[in-house]
């Protein structure tokens, strides 16, 4: 990757990475039971296209026509220890402690690192930089992936979960922090409308709530609006709220 890095060859990053993937894989063979090779298989294949679909929720149905939880669940659970996927689950309401309102029965799997959910996905690094209009399909996935990799760059106990309200709303991410749960808001682009940070706030009422996207740093009516790049931050949310309002 050094040598890439030096040449600054797009295309020797890009081989690199494919070796990466293909060598996860190998290990399957290598490190996984036998009776759940095929089904790592299954499940590591349809990751990308469950990030594809607005509803992100995973569903084994999607992974393999009349497949249940209990025949891959061993699986699932092989591929996380592994570090080979990045599992959230679904929260009734932001309660402390979160995991006393967690369903397990409803969750989101990731992938472990967003460049090579780009190559997974057969997406041209071109789409990135000539926004190119089926790239924007798949942009939010790319973006959750990203703001989940930086929350769990500051270690498990930030570990997040997601929160629904039937059909109404979404919020992407709800982050236990020491003594709150902070719901975060995932914007792949500068525009920050979107009623289901508004259907949390008016039901929980929240001391802040971040939204992430390429606005710059700012504070407005209690969301902190915090720019990708500050992802990793959200945890320190509690120095950011500090910032005056429309700063």
């Known amino acids: 990757m050094i040598r890439n890095m030096n040449t600054k060859d797009v295309s020797l990053t890009e081989r690199t990475q494919k070796e990466i993937l293909a060598a996860y894989e190998l290990d399957f063979s290598k490190h996984a039971p036998a009776r759940d090779i095929p089904k790592l298989h299954l499940i590591w294949n349809s990751i990308v296209s469950h990030l594809s679909r607005e509803n992100r929720k995973f569903v084994y149905s999607a992974v393999k026509k009349g497949a249940r939880a209990r025949e891959f669940e061993n699986a699932i659970v092989w591929l996380e220890n592994a570090g080979l996927d990045l599992k959230i689950n679904r929260i009734s309401k932001p309660g402390l402690p979160p995991a006393a309102y967690s369903d397990p029965s409803a969750f989101k799997i990731y992938f472990p690192d967003v460049g090579l959910l780009r190559v997974m996905a057969r997406l041209s690094p071109k789409a990135f930089i000539q926004g190119d209009r089926l790239f924007t399909e798949f942009k939010g996935a790319l973006t959750?992936?990203?703001?989940?990799?930086?929350?769990?760059?500051?270690?498990?106990?930030?570990?997040?979960?997601?929160?629904?309200?039937?059909?109404?709303?979404?919020?992407?991410?709800?982050?236990?922090?020491?003594?709150?749960i902070v719901p975060v808001e995932v914007k792949a682009g500068v525009n920050p409308r979107s009623k289901s940070l508004g259907v949390y706030r008016q039901k929980y009422n929240p001391e802040i709530a971040i939204r992430t996207s390429l606005l710059n740093l700012k504070k407005d009516g209690g969301v902190l609006n915090m720019p990708l790049f500050l992802a990793s931050r959200i945890v320190d949310f509690p120095v950011m709220a500090n910032l005056e309002e429309n700063a």
């Open 144 to 180: 959750e992936n990203f703001v989940l990799q930086e929350i769990l760059s500051k270690g498990g106990e930030f570990r997040p979960f997601y929160w629904t309200s039937k059909a109404r709303a979404e919020v992407e991410f709800v982050v236990p922090t020491d003594d709150r």
